[in-house]
C-alpha cells in the first residue's frame, strides 16, 4: 500500500509540475469503454474523437461483429460518421475478448446497462461481472471508472468487492449526462465533467482524458465517489420534477383558461427557473428519469430519508397520463368504448426509436382498456413498440392512421406533425378531434378548429 502511495505521489508531483507549465495535457490514453449500448458507444467513439487509443468491448457477439462490419446498431445522431471516422483512423476497434483487453490497457470504462428490477432497484448484475472479470485479469495498476448509473454507494463497494488496494485498482465514478437522440452532440459540449475519485493522481489522469474540454473551460468537478453517484441521480429525479411540475400546471392552465406556454416563458425568464424542460408532455418516459428517480427513492428510503417530492413526481407523472386518457374520452364526447383512436408518435421523445417507458405505453393500454381501437403511426419506433404492445393496428403512414378514426392523440414531437396541414384534417378523421400533448399543432390552426382540437394547457 506504501509504494502505491509514494509511486501516486511521485506521479502527482511530475503531473503537477507539468500542468504548470502546460494548459492541460493532451497526451493520448489507451482507453477500454466495457458495454456498447448508446453510453458506451457514444463515450467510446467520442474518446477516440478526442484523440486516446479506445477499445470497445462487449459480451454481445453479434453486436460486435456488426460494428466490426461497419453496422452501427442504435440510431444516435452523428455516431455512424463518429465511429467510422475513427475506426478508419485505426483509432477505435472493437473486441469481444475482454480478458485480453483488461490486461492490456490500464483504463477502464465501465458502461454497462444497470436495468431496474422489479421493486425498482437497480441491477447491477453486469456490473459486478465487468468487475470480478477485472479482478481477475489485472496485473498491472488501473483505473476502473464507472460510468453506468449505480446506486449511490455502489462505488465504494465495488472497491471493496475488488479489493483495490492490493490489486493496485482505483475505481472512479465518471457519470454521463447524454440526452438519447443528442448523445454525440452532448458527448461534445457537456455542461460539466464529474470526477468522483479521492486521488489526486487519478483525478489528474483523468483531467487528461477530458483536455480538450478543459482548454474549453466545460467545469471540471472532482468530488468524493459517492457524491459524484449521487449528482447524476439528483439531476435526473430534479429534470423529472421540473417536467412533472410543468405538466401540471399545463393541466391548470387549460381548467383556468391561462395558456401554458406564456406561462412557461414569463417563468423561464427568471434566471433562477431557466428556460429549458418546461415544455408540457403526455409524461416523462425513456430509459433513465422512470428508473433513476425510483431508484433515487429506494435508496434513500435504505438510508431512512422519504424523498417525498420525488415520490409525489413518479406518482403526478402516472396520473398525467391518466390525464391525457380522460381528456380524450372527453372530447370524444360519450366516452372512448367502440371508438377508433388514431395515435401519432410512440416514441417517449422526438428523434429516438426508443419506447422504454414511453408515456405512449400507459395511455394506449388505457384506451384498449376503454374499448377502444388503436391505430399508431411513429416514423422510427413502431418495431419497437411492436414487441410491447402487439395487438394495435400500425400503419405506415400517418394519414393511414387517421383513415376511419374518430380521435387523434399526439404523443411525440416529430418534426413531421408539425409540418402537417390540420385545416386537411377533416378530410380524414370522423369527425375533427385532436388531443396535442406536445405543442405540435400550430396556435393558428389549433384557433381556427378551437372545438376540437385541445392543446395541452391552452
Ligand atoms: C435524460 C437526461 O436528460 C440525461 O441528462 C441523462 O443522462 C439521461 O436521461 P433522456 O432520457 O435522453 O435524457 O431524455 P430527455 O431528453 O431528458 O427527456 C426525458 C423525458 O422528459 C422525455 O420523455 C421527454 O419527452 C420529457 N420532457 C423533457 C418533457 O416532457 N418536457 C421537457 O421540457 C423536457
Redesign the pocket.
Known sequence: MLSIIKKRECILLFTAFFLVFSSHAHESCKIAVIGTGYVGLVTGAGLAELGHNVCCVDIDKKKIDQLQQGIIPIYEIGLDELVHKNVNKGTLRFSTDIEKVIREIDIIFIAVGTPSMPDGRADLTAVKAVIEAIKENSHTSKIVCVKSTVPIGTCRQLAQMIDCDNHNIVIISNP??????FAVQDFFNPSRIVVGTEFTEQAEIMRTIYAPFLDKNIPFLCTDLVSAEAIKYA??AF?AVK?TY?NEIAQLCSAVGANINAVATGMGLDDRIGNK?????PG??????PKDATALVRTAEEAGVALRVVTSCIEANKHHKHYIVQKTAELCGDGLCGKTVAVWGLA??ANTDDVRESAAIDIINEFLKMGATVKAYDPMAQENMKQIIPNILYCDTKEQVLDCSDVLVILTEWQEFKEFDYDRLVDYINRVAVIDTRDVVPAVAAKRNVNSIYKLGC
Open positions: 454521463e449526462f447524454l440526452r438519447e437522440g439531476s435526473n429534470l417536467v410543468i424542460f418546461l415544455s408540457p408532455g416523462f418516459g425513456g430509459y433513465c428519469f417517449f421523445k
